[in-house]
């Protein structure tokens, strides 16, 4: 496999409304249990964690725990945790501007939808794919899914093939129908970047391909937030495997710990300059209130191979996720 800015190399194929979070003010941490409304809103210590969100009154409470549960923070890089309804877990590393990859995707994927919403389950719009994508297909350079020139896709069919297997010229080919180029919806990323509070953050690409683009742990978190809140985002880096009509084959999600530890997404990013990259979102039942588990890991391994860097990742993000989901509900419980 080159060392370049090839990423997220898919595994080989197999056989073949935004009502996500109800806003309500943030109440003591143990009264919030103790209702168990199932009510969350997201905060971060310190401040709000975006437009809109309540003063964190109970950080003291949260920062508390968070220390409490001695989390297995990755030695390298950086990363971060929160928990919807309760807060911030902690962050560990520099906050200093990465390049992310094939995370990089994930603002794809929330721009999009966000310019050209779609109802859960359904296929969105009609999309036909250019010559530039299907010639890109085959790349050996970078990680890619088949589309044949002149065949029409469901939108919701192109962003699993951006998401699950990770394909670029997929992504390039959603940029060029959303906006008429690439360079008007990066853009857009960037402007989106900015009304959501990522002030570290800056795109140059829609795939993650270049190294010039750039973000934090703190800033992902806060990007997977708001898009875990549609609906469609949520079935779609759920997705286990994708078939690409015409070529035969199906993927297999490149999130290997999809499925485990109630992990129900979300996006893998490697290269040789990035390290791997993992951005996860995990579900658990808190005081009778289910609660969604959010986490990032940029920068492991960076300068190594891509492979090597992404099993450094989901090894960061398995140790998180499990240990968060084992410690987090005996922390929380009322003494």
């Not at 199932?38 to 009154?57: E, K, R, S, V």
């Not at 919806?185 to 570290?200: D, I, Q």
């Not at 978190?221 to 708001?226: D, F, I, T, V």
């Not at 549609?230 to 035969?248: L, Y």
């Amino acid at each position: 496999m080159p060392h370049t800015p090839a990423t997220d190399r898919a595994p080989a194929p197999a056989p073949s409304s935004r009502s996500g979070f109800r806003r309500s003010l943030l109440v003591p941490l143990a009264a919030a249990l103790a209702l168990a409304t199932g009510m969350g809103t997201w905060y971060a210590l310190g401040g709000p964690a975006g437009p809109g969100a309540p003063a964190a009154g109970s950080g003291d409470t949260v920062a508390a725990v968070a220390k409490s549960l001695h989390l297995p923070w990755p030695a390298e890089g950086q990363a971060s945790v929160a928990v919807e309804g309760i807060g911030s877990l902690g962050t560990r590393g520099e906050q200093r501007p990465v390049p992310i990859a094939s995370v990089t995707k994930v603002m794809t994927a929330y721009v999009i939808l966000e310019e050209h919403p779609m109802r859960a389950g359904a296929p969105g719009a009609a999309v036909t794919a250019d010559e530039q994508a299907a010639n890109e297909s085959y790349s050996s350079v970078e990680t890619t899914a088949p589309v044949l020139a002149g065949r029409t896709y469901t939108q919701r069919l192109l962003l699993e093939l951006m998401m699950v297997p990770s394909g670029n010229n997929v992504a390039r080919l959603l940029a060029r129908w959303g906006a008429g180029s690439e360079k008007a919806f990066v853009a857009k990323m960037n402007e989106t970047a900015a009304a959501l509070g990522m002030e570290r953050t800056t795109y140059t690409g829609v795939s993650g391909m270049e190294s010039s683009t750039r973000s934090t742990a703190t800033d992902q978190l806060r990007l997977a937030r708001a898009a875990m809140e549609d609906p469609v985002f949520r079935e779609i880096v759920a997705t286990r495997t994708v078939e690409a009509p015409g070529a035969g084959v199906t993927f297999r999600n490149t999130n290997k710990l999809l499925g485990r530890d109630g992990v129900i997404g979300l996006k893998t990013g490697s290269s040789t300059p990035a390290g791997g990259n993992l951005v996860w979102a995990s579900t658990q039942d808190i005081a009778g209130t289910p609660r969604l588990i959010l986490g990032v890991v940029l920068h492991q391994r960076a300068g190594t191979s891509p492979a090597e860097g992404s099993a450094a990742a989901h090894e960061a993000g398995r140790a998180l996720v499990t240990a968060v989901r084992a410690t987090l509900p005996d922390a929380l419980r009322p003494v």
